[in-house]
Structure formats: structure tokens, C-alpha cells
């Protein structure tokens, strides 16, 4: 890694919110595509869904791409919106026209339109996004860097949906599906029968995002990331040890978590640049310098 890199958390179609962000990091909008003379930007997913501006958004991170001065990394929502609009053999969609699933995609379908050009061709640029990246000493994921599902969708260094066998992605049961959902999503627990809570789309919801970072989380309520849930019958239980990564003298980033508050370290060696710009937080950004070695509080800028 030659130039410094400046780490952006999911922007949700908050367009005016990036535009601000990449002012702030000194990057200068030129014949209509965002520069940094010395730095590259890389996107850890999940540009759209839910925000105002999903076409502006979304344009103005592929414009940066295309001209060279950013990366951008597939995101569970990119997945989903494949899913969605990939046609299964036999009837239906790879992800299911759900009443749900819908909801949850609503911004972006009103902005493209169903199965119009727009959306088609929006679609195809999803599915040229890496799902994850390592650069260096560096490694990157929307949700949760876990070596084995890493080695099943690539070389370590990178990996790509295979478009001539997309349904494995999304089949119960396929190594390439799990793989995806993990990277993408991170691990989760069942809850206890009866213990449910409402997620961000105020879905009901009787699983738990697992904190895969807390090495030290003595049961699960120390290694759920949930704030309204009933807690005591969570501190009974067991921290799942299988998925907490051993960073290996790697830097891990990731968004997708919904942190709150002003951006700060979630551990030594992961850090999460989400900070829930689409939920009255702010949008963030770490800015990595060539030979960083460990997570460093003061490289976070927001807006
Ligand atoms: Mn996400």
C-alpha cells in the first residue's frame, strides 16, 4: 500500500452526507468525479437502501472507481439487490419478492424502478464489487473477516461472485451461500425460545449479531450487539467461541454494525467505520496511512 487510504462506513444513500465527508478529507470534485491528489477512498458497502439519494450516491462512488481514485467492497444490501433481481430457475427470484425483503429495499427500487434498464444495469455493477479485499496488512469486509468462508469465495486476496453460477450464493446449504452471509453479515446466535427483539426496520427478530471481535465477552449478552433485548437470560449463556477472530497481526475493517455515538475503536485490531449515518449518526471515515500497525483512535474524521 503506497497512498493512504481513507476507509468510508456505509453511506445508505446519504449523498450529501459523502459529499460533505469527501470535502473534509480534501478530496476536489473535477469534471464531475471526486480526486484526492495523494490518497485513494475504499466503501465498505452498503451504499444504498434506506437514504434520500440512492442513483446520486451510488454514481457519484462508481465515478470514483472507474477514474481510480477508490475501491468499494460489496455490501449485504449490493448481495441482497442481486438476489432480489436475479430470476430463479424454476419460478421466483434468487432473493424472494417478500412483503419483507420489499420493505427493506423499498428507496432503491423507487429510484430504479423493477427490472427496468436502470435497475438491471445498476444490478451489474453490484456484482463486479469485491466481497472482500487484502491489501498488505490490511483486510477488508463488509461485516466479518472469517478464514474459512474467506478461502471459499477466494484467494484471500480478493474475491468475486461467479456470475455463471450466481444461485450458489444464494442456495441453503451451498458452501459459496454460507461463505457470502457470514462475510457479508457477520455471525449470529438464536435467542432463547420467547426472546425477541425489533431491528431497524422494526422486523421482529429472535437472532443476535455476534460481536466476533470481543475476545474477552465471558456470555452472550457481552458478545450480542443489540441494546433492547432482555438481557438477564443472555448472561446465562455461553460467548460463542467459534467465530471470534484471531487478527493475526492484520488490521481488520468492517461497517455494517450501526455503532453509535461519536467513532471510536471497537477493539485493537478491527475497526468498524460504521456509525449509522442512516439512523441519526454520522458518516465516517479512518484514515489509513502506509505502515499503521495498529488501530489508532485519532485517524477517525465524520461528518
Ligand atoms: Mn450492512
Not at 79 to 100: F, S
Not at 209 to 235: C, G, P, Q, Y
Amino acid at each position: 500500500m503506497e497512498r493512504g487510504i481513507d476507509v468510508i462506513g456505509d453511506i445508505h444513500g446519504h449523498h450529501a452526507r459523502l459529499e460533505a465527508l469527501l470535502t473534509k478529507l480534501g478530496y476536489e470534485r473535477r469534471n464531475g468525479t471526486w480526486k484526492h491528489p495523494e490518497r485513494a477512498a475504499l466503501f465498505m458497502g452498503d451504499l444504498m437502501d434506506r437514504g434520500p439519494e440512492q442513483i446520486g450516491t451510488i454514481d457519484t462512488v462508481r465515478r470514483m472507481v472507474d477514474g481510480g481514485s477508490a475501491f468499494c467492497l460489496m455490501g449485504n444490501h449490493e448481495y441482497n439487490a442481486i438476489g432480489y433481481a436475479t430470476p430463479k430457475e424454476g419460478g421466483g427470484h434468487l432473493r424472494e419478492r417478500t412483503e419483507k425483503n420489499e420493505h427493506q429495499h423499498k428507496a432503491f427500487l423507487a429510484a430504479t424502478g423493477l427490472d427496468t434498464p436502470l435497475h438491471r444495469e445498476t444490478i451489474s455493477w453490484f456484482q463486479t464489487l469485491p466481497i472482500y479485499l487484502n491489501i498488505g496488512r490490511y483486510r477488508f469486509a463488509h461485516a466479518c473477516w472469517n478464514p474459512s468462508n474467506v478461502a471459499v469465495l477466494g484467494d484471500g486476496k480478493a474475491a468475486y461472485l461467479d456470475g455463471s453460477r450466481l444461485h450458489d450464493y444464494f442456495t441453503e446449504g451451498k458452501a459459496e451461500y454460507h461463505s457470502a452471509e457470514m462475510v457479508l453479515k457477520g455471525p449470529e446466535a438464536p435467542l432463547p425460545s420467547g426472546c425477541t427483539y425489533f431491528d431497524n426496520y422494526g422486523i421482529e427478530r429472535d437472532r443476535v449479531r455476534l460481536a466476533w471481535w470481543r475476545r474477552d465477552a465471558r456470555n452472550l449478552r457481552e458478545m450480542a450487539v443489540i441494546e433492547d433485548v432482555s438481557t438477564e437470560v443472555l448472561e446465562t449463556l455461553p460467548a460463542p467461541q467459534e467465530w471470534i477472530d484471531r487478527c493475526n497481526g492484520y488490521l481488520t475493517f468492517i461497517g455494517h454494525y450501526w455503532m453509535t455515538g461519536s467513532p471510536s475503536l471497537i477493539a485493537d485490531d478491527v475497526v468498524c467505520v460504521d456509525f449509522s449515518v442512516a439512523k441519526d449518526g454520522v458518516l465516517t471515515a479512518y484514515r489509513l496511512e502506509p505502515g499503521d500497525e495498529r488501530a489508532d483512535p485519532g485517524r477517525f474524521a465524520w461528518v
